[in-house]
């Protein structure tokens, strides 16, 4: 499922070229937007990649960078080429578009080498059991339809299938215990969802740690957050923090590095791995033992 060739990451780099050239040339956004007769935030757009770039606005941009025909030239014209094509995830156009970002960050993870993930309420997406994610969907959705429900499940499937298939991701979740605590969908599905989490923490590449109650403070207590790494040495890592008031894509130097240093300081205050799958086995059997109605 990994794809090098994501069309999220091909308009990202081509973006960062564009800008790059433009600053290179000594010109404005508001230049390049005036000569492709375009809005300053069309030009924004194409730059920060959330936008597709046609062909005839790029090869506009290149000529007035001065750019001349050559391998350069050809390589940017064709990965504008590529970033126009439509990922998998587009098959579920109909509940993305209720997500802001939502397609985006998939877009970003498709050709992920690294995700280094802290969670601190819920198990993230790559390792929910379906009733799990059902649970939550209902939940934060109320007024979803069936049919979206089962579109959004299948979606979320298709998103784990890479952490067998690819062989390549490497995937590093580091859980507050408060995670494995909340009992989503009641007592069997949290327990299921837990004996997930074991089974997973096998595969190759993934690593899952938990963060106890006990260690007290530490640098997550903001929120969570996740860090996405790409094989490309040019394609630089990604910050994406979920939140209510809008997903949040962080790409400048000094914010990935802080969430960087943050990440590595929790890893090291969670439990290692083979006491955070024996912390989680204890869970799960607190779980086997407790009333399937919760209370209240």
Known sequence: MTDGRSPTVRRRRLGMELRRLREAAGLMIEDVAKHLECSMSRVSRIETGKSVARI????????????????????????????????????????????????????????????????????????????????????????????????????????????????????????????????????????????RLLEVGELPGVTIQVLPFARGAHPGVDGAFTIIGFPDPTDLDVVYIDCPAGNIFLEKEKDVRRHTTWFDHLRAAALPPDESAEFITAAADEFKNASPYPRG
Not at 85 to 99: C, F, H, K, M, N
Not at 111 to 140: C, D, M, N, W
């Open 56 to 195: 005839r606005d790029v090869r506009d941009m290149l000529d007035l960078y001065g750019l001349p025909e050559g391998s350069q030239r050809d390589q940017l014209l064709g990965l504008a080429k590529d970033a126009q094509q439509r990922g998998w995830w587009t098959e579920y156009e109909a509940v993305l578009s209720a997500s802001a970002g939502l397609d985006t960050y998939i877009g970003l993870e498709a050709s992920a080498a690294s995700i280094r993930t802290f969670q601190t309420h819920l198990v993230p997406g790559l390792l929910q059991t379906e009733e799990y994610a059902r649970a939550l969907i209902k939940a934060g959705r109320p007024g979803e339809t069936p049919e979206n429900v089962d579109r959004r499940i299948a979606l979320r499937t298709r998103r784990q299938a890479m952490l067998r298939e690819s062989g390549s991701l490497e995937l590093w979740a580091v859980l507050d215990e408060a995670v494995l605590r909340r009992p989503i969908g009641g007592v069997p599905v949290m327990r299921s969802q837990l004996m």
